[in-house]
């Protein structure tokens, strides 16, 4: 089985690069100087492979892995390169649909770039913060509050990242469930209001047949559909009318079907007819003949 060679190396944490190009030349047989030399020297690019040249013409007697180890990390550890790495730690973020265990090794790389002699401890802590920080924020949520609960270890957050990952799968599917119930739901309710709706217009016009216009006095239709243009008949103003012995003055119409009038400075209640004018209640009975219009 033929082993592929690491991806060219420009820029980047150099001693991870090394590793895996040492474990890929002892697995393809370069047991030489000269044949691990050759390979590595393909796969620089830039400044690194500058300075693996410059290391070769100054160190011949050299062994190749001394050599090359300490021309690239000086090369590659400027204080640009640390600051640029702890940039790139920074500001990670874990892509959609990206595994939390690849982004949480993609992390590893520029914090070791950054601080390559950093203790256990501290790295373990970095590293866990920023995961936490560089997740979808309502993953980072859920591991903030399981993290608050205790410690958690790098495997224990990387299995819980996981299944928490895949939680909002399947609260998506149950949403979506109660979505397509919703909408049910609603078209339920449009129906039921569409028949109400069907039953209030046919009382409607049940009214309407059985109802007068107040404007035309036809029946059939409101006076908000009336296309007469007739006068309102309940507009006209009674003339007013006097009796004998009282002074009675008034001017109502025939909507009116009550009124108080004044006679010889008496109140008195009266009823409207269509056709008379004020009937004045006389010793608590209505004398309806003597109010009669002329």
């Known amino acids: 089985m033929k082993i592929p060679w690491p991806q060219p190396f420009e820029d980047g944490y150099v001693w991870t690069f090394l590793e895996g190009f040492e474990e890929v030349a002892e697995a393809a ?29 100054g160190h011949r007697k050299m062994h190749w892995k001394e050599a090359y180890k300490e021309a690239l990390a000086v090369e590659s550890d400027t204080t640009a390169d640390r600051q640029e790495a702890m940039r790139r730690f920074k500001t990670a973020r874990m892509a959609s649909g990206c595994d939390p265990t690849v982004f949480f090794a993609s992390l590893q790389q520029p ?16 590293l866990s ?9 309502a993953l980072g949520v859920q591991l903030r509050v399981a993290g608050a609960t205790g410690q958690l270890s790098v495997e224990q957050l990387m299995h819980l990242a996981r299944e928490l990952a895949d939680a909002p799968l399947a609260t998506f599917q149950s949403q979506e469930n109660r979505e397509d119930s919703t909408v049910e739901d609603l078209k339920n309710k449009v ?24 404007r035309c006095g036809m029946p059939g239709h409101w006076m908000t559909q009336c296309r ?11 003339e007013c009318s006097s009796f004998p012995g009282w002074v009675a003055i008034g001017a109502l119409t025939q909507a009116t079907i009550q009124a108080v009038v004044e006679i010889d400075g008496k109140r008195e209640l009266c009823l409207i007819d269509t ?3 004020g009937i004045p209640e006389a010793d608590g009975r209505l004398n309806a003949d003597s109010a009669r219009q002329p």
């Open 29 to 57: 047989g370069l047991d030489t100087d000269r044949g691990n030399l050759a390979a590595l020297k393909t796969l620089l690019r830039g400044r690194v492979k500058a300075a693996l040249d410059a290391a070769r013409r």
């Open 275 to 277: 056709g008379a004018w």
């Open 111 to 126: 914090l070791d770039r950054a601080f390559p002699k950093l203790d256990g401890a501290l790295r373990h802590r970095l």
């Open 191 to 214: 129906g039921q209001l569409t028949e109400q709706l069907a039953a209030v217009k046919t009382e409607s016009r049940r009214h309407a047949r059985t109802s007068r216009c107040y």
């Open 129 to 137: 913060d920023q995961f936490v920080e560089g997740v979808q924020p």
């Open 228 to 238: 007469s243009t007739r006068p309102l008949v309940n507009n006209k103003i009674l």
